[in-house]
């Protein structure tokens, strides 16, 4: 938050810097519950709605009356996305461009966010994000990197009981991540291709590394980059099951294999912390799609 400049001069105006910081740290108290308060009527919701579903294949109830009460939930449903989009737009004129997150409520096939970068061609990489879920069996996807040809050519995806693995040209490495506990995490990977060399970090800390993940093969440009999704086909293919539900924020990628220090600055918020050379958190950067939503987020300040 920055600090606005007052001319010097006796208390007034430090009173009055503290009741505008008051007054903004209130708002944003207020837009986080009214967010967290339209979400869970949104669940119940969809709730009802999948329930009225189930009735229906069941044969029971008057298909009328089904009709009628799943229009009346979806209008409502539509009515409380409609909410958050103003509430959502509110926040984003008050933020800067990196302070936000990424939530994905559901495991859909057509829910996501795009990267409007495409990656350069790299022989040495660290990608690094904050994540939160608390999904099972499985997270999901938080990221998918398909080029022409190749619909795997980087990706992490926790699927089904699977434990977290990352795929570069279709090969793939398990990971010691452990993060579907409802809490903020973050994780880093690094790798290089010479000898396919990766490590894996969770809040900071080593927690695994490994050699021949798709060695001396360097990561091809000019694909897409998708947030939320499994591709398996260029830009799209999703498939419900594989899909990422929880919160992303942070999302950055290097052309360098990062040090535990620089891993460490990150993990902790450091004032050292770099931003992606290649990938930047960037909102301007970002596009979102089919219901996932964008919300002021500070790491290391609103950690679970």
């Given at each position: ?22 007054s ?8 986080n519950?009214?967010?967290?308060l ?7 919701l ?9 009735t229906?294949?069941?044969?029971k109830g ?6 009628e009460?799943r ?13 958050i ?22 495991r ?21 994000m904050?994540?939160?879920?608390s ?5 999901g996807t938080?990221f998918s ?11 992490l ?14 090969k ?11 809490k ?11 000898d396919?060399v990766?490590e ?6 080593q ?13 091809k ?14 830009g ?15 999302f950055?990628?290097?052309d ?33 799609y ?15």
């Open positions: 938050m920055g600090i606005t400049r007052v001319e010097s001069g006796p208390d007034p105006p430090v009173r009055a810097r503290s009741r505008s910081q008051y903004r740290l209130n708002s944003s108290s207020q837009t519950s009214l967010k967290d339209l979400q869970s009527k949104i669940d119940d969809e709730r009802q709605v999948l329930s009225r579903v189930n229906l294949e069941e044969g008057g298909p009328r009356n089904d009709t009460e229009a009346k939930i979806e209008s409502a449903l539509t009515s409380l996305h409609q909410r989009s103003e509430l959502e737009k509110g926040q984003k004129d008050n933020r800067p461009g990196d302070k936000f997150q990424l939530t994905f409520p559901l859909t096939n057509y829910m996501y966010a795009k990267v409007r970068k495409s990656l350069p061609e790299m022989y040495a990489f660290t990608v690094c904050w994540l939160k879920s999904a099972a069996p499985g997270v938080p990197y398909a080029v022409p040809g190749q619909a795997n050519e980087l990706v995806i926790e699927w089904g009981n699977n434990p977290m693995e990352i795929l570069i040209n279709d793939v490495a398990k990971l010691p991540f452990v993060i579907n506990d409802g903020w995490h973050h994780i880093c990977i690094t790798w290089t291709t010479r396919g990766w894996a970090y969770q809040d900071g800390t927690g695994g590394s490994g050699e021949n993940l798709a060695p001396y093969h360097p990561i440009p000019q694909g897409v980059l998708v947030l939320g999704q499994e591709q398996d086909a260029l799209g293919g999703f498939d419900a099951t594989q899909a990422f539900v929880g919160e992303l924020a942070h950055n990628i290097w360098r294999k990062l040090t535990p220090g620089e891993v460490y600055n990150l993990a902790t918020c450091s004032t050292k912390a770099l931003s992606g050379n290649v990938i930047a958190w960037a909102e301007s950067q970002i596009d979102i089919g219901g996932a939503t964008k919300w002021t987020f500070e790491a290391c300040r609103q950690i679970n």
